[in-house]
């Protein structure tokens, strides 16, 4: 029997058989008809939506070279992040721009360029050091940013469009511990938060959580850096998942304003109280992973994730903005994130805007005013989240090359995905 699969985010869904290729030869014969690829069904759109063949590689799960010295790793794209992280962390390595949640595959993350929780080069691009591809003639190249380079940038961030990625290779940062120093900075205006920012530079890590129910700029920065001595926290809760009748209950409540408003008021007086912590690398970094199947609370009607990238200047208009709106829209997000993007220094001139938001009216209301935003502000969109879009504004498509015609020798002609061809169709 063939069970109806859904994107993370309940916004899209398919009820098609899935192929579990284990070899190149037998990945070879699917290839040659229409197909996508899927990993462990994080998405957030509906890049997971195919008229083709769904194809797994989660049998591509090895690692294939693994050099501890060197801090090198090539691990294949079946592998889930957290399986990679119980090897790694054992040799007191770990991989430095990870997600937010650890049970995407590896292939999942190259193929959409992620970010994590760095203040510098907080793209997963600056972390590879090759990746091999099965090419639109099946042939596996390794590309780098010295060999194939073309081909290596627009496969990484690429969506899947340039082909199967078989492996890649990782260079991995010595740490002395599983612990992690969390340090929180509550502001409630604009300019605290302003005067926050220079404290970071003594942190590697850092990620802001703005309450968006609130008129004012409101929020902490949970700044972080690893313990700099061999010291581990080996008690910690496991990762658990709710029952449906739990599930069910549970999501009769958070998909109202109201409890947001509740849930963000008790949030904040925590981390107000608790200003310094000791973590381990999971509560830091994958604190929404504790509950596995939290995303279930919102089965029933779904949310849209709203990703966009912003420059310092224009952060404040933007949050305002989009406040006041939801305000008169009646809508709201009840988990809003940014992450810092400053590439060379810590300048805090470039932050991504992360918004969570249940979908309590009609889709269509709330993608037509997403639609607006990044209009307005000509806002830079991640399309690894992006569910509104049906043409590609100048600034996300010069971050997105792949969809210049210049660069279309490198797509696979066979790979089918609705989030391709909502812009083609555009």
Known sequence: MIIK???????????????????????????????IIIGNLRSYNDSIISNGR???????????????????????????????????????????????????????MVANNISGKLLLKNSLRSHIISIKILDKKNNIVECSKNKNKKLFYLTIGGRGRTGPIISAKFKLEKIQSNVI???????????????????????????????????NFDGIIFAGKHVEKDERINYQFFDFKLTKILVILVSLFVNTKFLTIFFNFLFKLKNQIKQKNLLTYNNYFFPQNRIINWNEFFKK?????????????????????????????NLFSNFSILKFHNNHNLNYQ??????????????????????????????EVDLAKDMSMKKLNKKTLNTNSLFKISNFKFVNINFDSSLIKRFQDG
């Open 5 to 35: 699969k859904y994107n993370f985010s309940y916004t899209s869904s398919f009820k098609k058989k899935i192929f579990f290729p284990k070899t190149l030869d037998q990945l070879n014969l699917l290839l040659k008809k229409k197909f």
């Open 54 to 108: 769904y194809i797994s590689l989660s049998k591509f799960n090895k690692i294939t070279d693994f050099d501890k010295k060197k801090k090198i790793i090539e691990v294949e794209s079946g592998q889930k992040l957290h399986e990679l992280n119980k090897i790694i962390l054992k040799e007191n390595l770990f991989l430095p721009c990870t997600p937010g949640c650890k049970y995407v595959s590896i292939g999942g």
């Open 181 to 215: 120093y969390q340090k929180n900075y509550a502001f409630n205006d604009f300019i605290k938060f302003n005067k926050s920012l220079p404290k970071l530079k003594q942190y590697k890590y850092a990620v802001c959580w703005l309450d968006f129910t609130k008129e």
């Open 301 to 329: 009607q779904g949310f849209i994730q709203f990703h966009v990238y912003v420059e310092k200047k224009r952060l404040l208009n933007l949050v305002n903005f989009i406040k006041a709106d939801f305000v008169e829209q």
């Open 350 to 379: 470039k932050f991504s805007l992360s918004l969570d938001i249940p979908i309590n009216k009609n889709i269509k209301l709330i993608k037509t005013r997403l639609n607006f935003y990044i209009e307005k502000f000509d806002l």
